[in-house]
């Protein structure tokens, strides 16, 4: 254990030893931060605070400017994968199920429901294996492997079952009704 005396000094060493090398850390977490100077600052102040903890003294560190390095590059790291999260998640923006739908003209609306009425028509008529394809594939998002699994049959045949579908789909809509909806 160590006296409060010795703990003060060591802690004084410290900060003699951090405000020695602050201007390079904050250089360091710059390129590690991406040229953001204002939060690189931020993590060296961090870094500061992890490497000389509030009333707590530490066994003397082999290697204190390795340590507070280290220290600096973990923290911008980690500041850095959560910037990139937050951006990424921004970019994204709304899934397309929570944008609101765009109003549809009166005109639009029954040409929709009749081509709504058509597929389910066909849907209707398919066999029951046929049809469990077509909506595995293209509600359900399975591939065609899956499908065959499922269904006992080949990938070429699960492939042939949704191929011949989508053109009875297709047919019945007519060139007219397939860019609507």
Do not use: C
Not at 126 to 148: K, N, Q, S
Request: glycine content about 8%; overall charge neutral; proline content about 5%.
């Amino acid at each position: 254990m160590i006296s409060g005396a010795a703990a003060l000094t060591q802690d004084h060493g410290k900060l003699a030893l951090f405000m020695a090398h602050r201007a390079d850390l904050i250089d360091y977490a710059t390129s590690i931060t991406g040229g953001d100077r204002a939060r690189a600052e931020d993590v060296v102040q961090d870094a500061f605070l992890r490497f000389v903890p509030a009333g707590q003294a530490d066994a003397a560190l082999d290697q204190p400017l390795g340590y507070l390095y280290r220290i600096v590059r973990n923290l911008a790291l980690d500041w850095s994968r959560r910037r990139a999260v937050e951006v990424r998640s921004q970019d994204e923006g709304a899934p397309w199920w929570m944008l609101p739908a765009v109003p549809r003209t009166p005109e639009e609306e029954v040409t929709h429901r009749r081509t709504l009425a058509r597929i389910v028509t066909v849907l209707n008529r398919l066999e029951p294996d046929i049809r469990m394809a077509v909506e595995m594939h293209r509600f359900g998002g399975h591939t065609l492997g899956e499908i065959a699994a499922r269904l006992g049959v080949s990938v070429p045949t699960a492939h042939r079952m949704v191929r011949g579908a989508l053109m009875q789909i297709a047919a019945a809509i007519g060139p007219d009704d397939a860019g609507h909806g």
